[in-house]
């Protein structure tokens, strides 16, 4: 079965200027989530969507951040404006259910660089 | 609120010889554990888990962890290292407190010297 896919893998943008992710999590997966993870530094999730809800954004900057998944499949992250200490590497990860039991899934992460 | 801790930034072991990296976890309820790797340039890969029953668990690529209660541990483990199970290794941790969220650790380097 086809993994997590994330695109681009890599992005290189000005501060200020608005930057998006996208993903596409492995297909029957409702469960997906966001993590940003800072240079050695573990994983920090941002948002998690149950189908097309997002039942837990806490960590989510809303000033500068925003989320979609529309249909409950696809979902993208977008960043407006981005600042300097926004770049990180953002991961995308899905998981079959909402279970406590099931391991999360994760694509190869879009390198974000901010200059 | 749950938390997990690897005590060790990195380590190093012959090739050959066991492994292990360490894991250590704070949670509310019952934890529910998990163990990714990191290879460079990849995103993380699923090796492991516990949920409940045996307190050793096996999984991919000759991995296991051990389950221990008391110390509320999950130290990962594997009796003979091979040069190419160098890379980044996060230890994660969900309960029934924490909104099915999945927490990871800060992350432990394992280096095998040849």
């Known amino acids: 079965e086809a993994g997590v896919v994330q695109s681009p893998r890599y992005k290189i943008i000005e501060k200020k200027q608005p930057v998006a992710f996208w993903c596409n999590p492995i297909s029957g997966h409702n469960t997906l989530y966001w993590y940003r993870q800072n240079l050695g530094q573990g994983p920090e999730l941002l948002i998690r969507y149950e189908n097309e809800e997002a039942v837990d954004d806490s960590q989510l900057p809303k000033d500068r951040f925003s989320a979609e998944r529309l249909k409950g499949v696809d979902s993208t992250l977008k960043i407006q404006p981005a600042e300097l200490g926004d770049s990180a590497v953002y991961l995308c990860a899905s998981s079959r259910g909402d279970s406590l039991f099931t391991e999360a899934f994760f694509g190869q992460g879009t390198r974000l660089t901010v200059v | 609120a749950q938390s997990v801790a690897q005590p060790e930034d990195q380590v190093n072991v012959a090739e050959g010889n066991p492994l292990t990296v360490k894991c250590t976890y704070s949670v509310s309820g019952n934890p529910y554990l998990f163990w990714y790797v990191q290879y460079p340039n990849r995103g993380l890969q699923f090796l492991l888990k516990y949920i409940t029953g045996d307190n050793l668990v096996k999984g991919s690529y000759g991995f296991e962890a051990e389950f221990n209660k008391s110390q509320t541990s999950f130290h990962l483990k594997k009796p003979s290292a091979l040069v190419s199970d160098s890379a980044l290794y996060f230890c994660?941790?969900?309960?029934?407190?924490?909104?099915?969220?999945?927490?990871f650790g800060t992350g432990t380097r394992l280096t095998v010297i040849p």
């Open positions: 994660a941790v969900r309960d029934e407190t924490g909104a099915n969220n999945l927490f």
